[in-house]
């Protein structure tokens, strides 16, 4: 090998380099680029011919001059390889990702989805509230029988007091003053009554349902409406936890700058009785609900010795609460099932 044959192999070193990176940038997939990697590799590669014959140069200088080309060769290949496998290997797997994409898309193009009335979401809020106090939830039917809507209630037949509840009865024709004759609740009261019988003290509970009474609606009256009756049994309670928990109830369900106060009033089936009302942040009142301590004879019909337990009681309109929440007019609209009101309490 001459001395003059050298420059012409640093040149093909050059040409085998500038070929390997460009086979290695046409490469258009990672399959392709190992198949062009394995080309370069083998024995019988440009390069590697080059290398063969590094061994016969003479001059030192040369010798070194090759073979650096070569290492810088060699390490360009490499590091072109490296980058186009990168570059292929993250198209590919994006390419799959995509593939393998699942349509998680939800259409929400259909029928509108529903949401619960102004008074669900009321009484559901109401639940929350005294659950959070330690209450449990009771249900009792909305049929009920002459004896758990007023008799056990301290409301025997005749009792001025049942002229308050303008009754439905279901049997309109049957005598209207024995304790079996069947009508549509007129309050969530009697459900205290089915509770003393079948938990046993000491008892937190709260009963939501909806109520009957013969009232021709107006705005502010429905014929069918809802209430929420509370009923705590235990030893030793008094009107003081009457009052404190009506006060926790107001601050909790309405906000800390809510306060509530307790009038005098009269129910037969407590006593004392009270009203409370509860008083909004601008200093006006509302009219909440009726209250007051057991009466024995409803403890006693409860099946209950009035002995040795003590109670309170209480009960509000649920209908007029989300009324006022939401500033509804006429409380007919809650019950016209017109879709552009109902919409407006998503
Ligand atoms: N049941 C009464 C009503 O409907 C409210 C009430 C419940 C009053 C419990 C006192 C105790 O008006």
Redesign the pocket.
């Known amino acids: 090998m001459t001395g003059k044959a050298t420059p012409s192999l640093r040149d093909e070193v050059d040409k085998a380099r500038q070929s390997a990176v460009s086979a290695i940038a046409s490469a258009t997939d990672t399959a392709s680029l190992r198949k062009v990697a394995a080309e370069l590799a083998n024995k019988k590669s440009a390069l590697n011919a080059i290398r063969a014959q590094l061994g016969k140069i003479e001059d030192a200088a040369e010798k070194k001059a090759v073979g650096q080309a070569l290492s810088e060769a060699t390490a360009e290949i490499e590091s072109a390889r490296v980058a186009r496998e990168n570059e292929l290997g993250d198209a590919e797997f994006a390419a799959q990702v995509e593939r393998e994409r699942m349509d998680l898309t939800e259409f929400l193009t259909g029928p509108r989805r529903g949401t619960a009335h102004i008074v669900t979401q009321a009484t559901e809020r109401l639940e929350d509230v005294f659950i959070g106090l330690g209450f449990q939830v009771a249900e009792g039917p909305e049929v009920e029988t002459d004896f758990y809507n007023f008799e056990a209630?301290n409301m025997p037949a005749s009792h001025p007091a049942r002229s308050?509840?303008d009754t439905m009865f279901i049997e309109p024709f049957s005598d209207q003053h024995e304790a079996n004759t069947v009508l549509l609740r007129?309050?969530?009261?009697p459900v205290?009554i089915r509770v003393m019988q079948s938990w046993k003290p000491p008892i937190y509970a709260i009963m939501p349902g909806r109520?009957f009474r013969r009232d021709t609606p107006d705005a502010t009256h429905m014929p069918v409406f809802h209430?929420i009756?509370?009923?705590v049994i235990d030893k030793g309670i008094t009107f003081a936890h009457l009052a404190g928990i009506i006060e926790a109830f107001t601050k909790a369900f309405f906000g800390n700058e809510f306060t509530s106060r307790l009038r005098p009033?009269f129910?037969p089936?407590?006593e004392p009785?009270?009203e409370f009302d509860i008083r909004r942040a601008n200093g006006s009142w509302i009219e909440l609900?009726?209250?007051?301590m057991?009466h024995p004879n409803v403890l006693a019909a409860g099946g209950i010795d009035p002995d040795e337990y003590t109670g309170?009681?209480?009960?509000?309109?649920i209908d007029r609460m989300a009324k006022e929440r939401h500033g509804v007019e006429d409380i007919r609209e809650m019950y016209t099932n017109d879709l552009r009101f109902l919409r407006q309490f998503t």
């Open positions: 209630l308050e509840f007129t309050h969530t009261s205290q109520v209430q009756e509370g009923l009033s129910f089936f407590t009785s009270a609900g009726g209250c007051g057991v309170f009681a209480f009960g509000f309109g």
